[in-house]
């Protein structure tokens, strides 16, 4: 007869397990409730339930909703950041990595997350308690586009204008992306890009000749 084999002991989390997971789990459902319904109908008893936690448990990590929709930005502008600069190490070098890397950037603006974004920023102009929340998001992602800048642009990221031209290029960038708050799904904003790139394209070019 052959031997029955040994049960699997499974290993019971700890506290701390469970609660870093629950958390994780509402911060995931807020981004969703964000990208998929706005933030009018991000209720706190909505994302609970797409969590799949009791309201008690939401209350005990995040005691208003503006914690917790801010603690989700914070998370995907991590999340965010860490892909970018990924996403930078694998561009090609030489001429076309400048028209490649502003892509990248466009691309991290004209999507979902973002229309999600302008809804929290719109919201923080008349609520003092979000945007109180939002100050210290907004600063790590200005940081995060100029090293996200620095890993693209190598060759001219030591002048002295070079934040600047980064900054117009994002301030052109996001210009463009609020276009699919009222045109969801049209592509007007991307025919523009193309226009949009070229002029850009040349600023960062004649930067680096010079």
Request: hydrophobic share 45%.
């Amino acid at each position: 007869m052959t031997p029955m084999a040994a049960p699997t002991e499974t290993r019971r989390r700890s506290q701390a397990e469970r609660s870093a997971a629950t958390r994780d789990a509402l911060l995931e459902a807020t981004i969703t409730c964000l990208v998929e319904d706005g933030y009018a109908n991000t209720t706190t008893s909505r994302v609970a339930e797409r969590a799949g936690v009791s309201r008690g448990a939401h209350l005990h990590h995040f005691q208003t909703r503006s914690a917790l929709v801010a603690a989700a930005m914070e998370r995907l502008a991590r999340l965010r950041g860490e892909e970018l600069l990924l996403a930078a190490d694998a561009l090609p070098t030489g001429r076309e990595r400048v028209a490649r890397g502003l892509d990248l950037v466009w691309e991290s603006y004209a999507n979902p997350r973002f229309q999600a974004a302008l809804a929290l920023w719109a919201q923080a102009r008349t609520d003092p308690e979000l945007r109180a929340h939002l100050v210290d998001v907004e600063r790590a992602l200005d940081r995060q586009t100029l090293e996200l800048a620095r890993r693209l642009f190598p060759d001219i990221s030591t002048r002295a204008d070079f934040d600047r031209r980064v900054e117009m290029a994002v301030a052109t960038i996001r210009g463009l992306a609020l276009l699919d708050t009222l045109h969801p799904g049209s592509d007007r904003n991307r025919k523009q890009w193309v226009f949009c790139r070229a002029q850009l394209v040349r600023l960062f070019e004649e930067a680096s000749a010079q």
